[in-house]
């Protein structure tokens, strides 16, 4: 897909899958937040639940709320404006979340079949977002660098004419008035 921006035509590099995969993620992490929360309140109901680890348990899960929202919030931004900080900073918040899901998944105090595919599942789509994001900062970078790079070619340039609001370019020897925009 191109734009054309002021004569030029523009590629938009957004990428539809990461950006389908966030919107998901949303939708997805709120049903895993309520049931982890209702998992543990039920394992400390029916187990023999330590305090100590029932209070750490709750913490990490609002730390990984927390984490996850500003996450798919930086991850949006920047696949939307097409910029590599916003990713780059969702991409490693994206390695802390994933920690955290593998403590979910792995040292909790307990650990039902209902936690761990839960887990699987946030785990699997962090990990297509962590693969998307990276090749997404590749293509930004890929057309910074095109377009810092880019020399002009021999005979092209912009020049201004006498006339206010009118411009040349020289292009192949040729000599075509524009408008100014």
Same mark, same amino acid.
């Given at each position: ?46 187990? *023999? #639940? ?10 990490? $899960?609002?730390?990984?709320?927390? %984490? @996850? =929202? /500003? ?37 909790? *105090? #307990? ?10 599942? $946030?785990?699997?789509?962090?990990? %297509? @977002? =962590? /693969? ?50």
């Amino acid at each position: 897909m191109a734009a054309v921006r002021r004569g030029r035509a523009t590629s938009v590099l957004s990428s539809v899958p990461l950006q389908i995969l966030f919107y998901l993620n949303v939708v997805y992490y709120i049903f895993y937040f309520l049931a982890t929360l209702m998992i543990i309140i039920y394992k400390s109901q029916v187990f *023999t #639940y330590p305090d100590d680890f029932l209070a750490l348990d709750l913490i990490l $899960l609002f730390i990984m709320a927390v %984490l @996850e =929202a /500003i996450r798919l919030y930086f991850g949006t931004k920047g696949n939307l404006t097409e910029e590599e900080y916003p990713l780059g900073i969702s991409l490693v918040i994206t390695a802390g979340s994933i920690i955290l899901s593998i403590y979910f998944l792995v040292w909790q *105090t #307990y650990v039902l079949r209902a936690d761990v595919i839960i887990n699987v599942v $946030l785990l699997v789509t962090c990990g %297509l @977002e =962590a /693969i998307l994001q990276v090749i997404a900062i590749a293509a930004f970078n890929g057309r910074e660098a095109g377009l810092r790079g880019r020399e002009p070619l021999s005979g092209e340039g912009i020049t201004r004419t006498q006339e206010p609001g009118r411009v040349q370019l020289a292009s192949e020897g040729k000599v075509n008035a524009l408008k100014a925009v």
